[in-house]
């Protein structure tokens, strides 16, 4: 699975290469989704279980074992290695057939290194909190981790931080009525990006990363829907 998920991460990263960060030209037509993402989504469409808590994301999501973090809460993974905003759109019928009382998102990290805007990443993200919104579900929306550009030397992710801090500040600012904004970076990354400790590849977390991921969302997971 590591060596997939670099894989499909590196393909998502040679994109920038075709299309530089600035004034970067983004295809009108995104490229076609991965078989991994196609098989995680044919098995979400296909079983979906009431959860109380469902999680939302990329690889960062995918590669925890949530039920494991939080025994007893009742929780489900919905995250799909290489995902986008555009890809929870898309597959956010299935994610609602869940019925969760809360959900946690972390997204967009894909869409920019493939030469996304901000504001685009941004506009679709009220779109997902909206969808989730509407059927009921309080929505949790984790900051975009940073990366550590030295540890992630097979990946061009130091003009990528500028973006996602920008994303996260508005992030920050979305109406708090309709969620709420949990800020991981505080504790998971310093001045040089994700916490060299909590990642081996740069871009992933460690088991001690994911504690701390833990630790952050613990009292949201866990108090009572409001």
């Not at 808590?53 to 009742?74: I, K, R």
Request: proline fraction near 5%; glycine fraction near 8%.
């Amino acid at each position: 699975m590591r060596d997939m998920r670099i894989r499909t991460l590196a393909s998502v990263f040679l994109l920038s290469f075709t299309a530089p960060w600035a004034g970067a030209q983004v295809p009108a037509k995104p490229p076609a989704h991965e078989s991994y993402w196609l098989e995680k989504k044919s098995f979400f469409d296909a079983f979906h279980a009431p959860a109380a808590v469902v999680m939302v994301g990329d690889s960062l999501t995918d590669g925890a074992e949530w039920g494991e973090l939080f025994p007893g809460a009742g929780i489900a993974n919905r995250g799909i290695d290489g995902d986008t905003t555009d890809g929870v759109l898309e597959r956010m019928d299935a994610i609602l057939a869940l019925h969760p009382a809360k959900a946690f998102v972390m997204i967009g990290i894909n869409d920019l290194m493939r030469g996304g805007s901000v504001d685009a990443v941004a506009r679709r993200y009220e779109r997902i909190v909206a969808a989730l919104r509407g059927s009921g579900a309080e929505v949790f929306v984790q900051s975009t981790l940073l990366c550590n550009a030295k540890k992630a030397a097979w990946v061009p992710c130091a003009p990528a931080n500028e973006k996602v801090k920008e994303l996260n500040r508005k992030l920050a600012a979305l109406d708090p009525k309709t969620l709420t904004f949990i800020d991981l970076n505080r504790k998971l990354a310093d001045a040089a990006g994700l916490k060299s400790d909590l990642t081996y590849d740069g871009v992933h977390l460690n088991g001690s990363g994911y504690r701390l991921w833990r630790d952050e969302i613990s009292r949201y997971v866990l108090e009572p829907v409001r």
